[in-house]
Nanobody, 127 residues
Framework: QVQLVESGGGSVQPGGFLRLSCAAS????????MYWVRRAPGTALEWVSG????????FYADSVKGRFRTSRDNALKTVSLEMNSLKSEDTAVYYC????????????????????WGQGTQVTVSS
């Protein structure tokens, strides 16, 4: 079945670095845009990044632009999120999300254009 499994979360001090990975299975990974979204306690979901099917175009929330970088490896069926200069406000559960339609992507994506979420991985930034 279609599955997304995130890894790489943890606790880090402000200014630190973390790299999240998402392993995909059960679908033609190379045909779908992929996204990262986060939810902090008591707040709405925030779309963090999106990447097109070839990995040549990536999009970011203003709050992370210049600090985060997303990439994908279609051969390995993985998508990654490198997070630099982490801040306390980056504390959240991060989810890997699959686009619903092959070849189509939006930034940010409407709810109707994503269909599979990973289980999430906790990122905590605290001194």
């Amino acid at each position: 079945q279609v599955q997304l499994v995130e890894s790489g979360g943890g606790s880090v001090q402000p200014g630190g670095f973390l790299r999240l990975s998402c392993a995909a299975s059960g679908f033609a990974f190379e045909k779908f845009w992929m996204y990262w979204v986060r939810r902090a306690p008591g707040t709405a979901l925030e779309w963090v990044s999106g990447i097109n099917i070839h990995g040549g175009d990536a999009f970011y929330a203003d709050s992370v632009k210049g600090r985060f970088r997303t990439s994908r490896d279609n051969a390995l069926k993985t998508v990654s999120l490198e997070m630099n200069s982490l801040k306390s406000e980056d504390t959240a559960v991060y989810y890997c999300v699959k686009a619903a339609t092959p070849g189509l992507g939006y930034w940010p994506p409407p709810d109707s254009e994503v269909d599979v979420w990973g289980q999430g991985t906790q990122v905590t930034v605290s001194s």
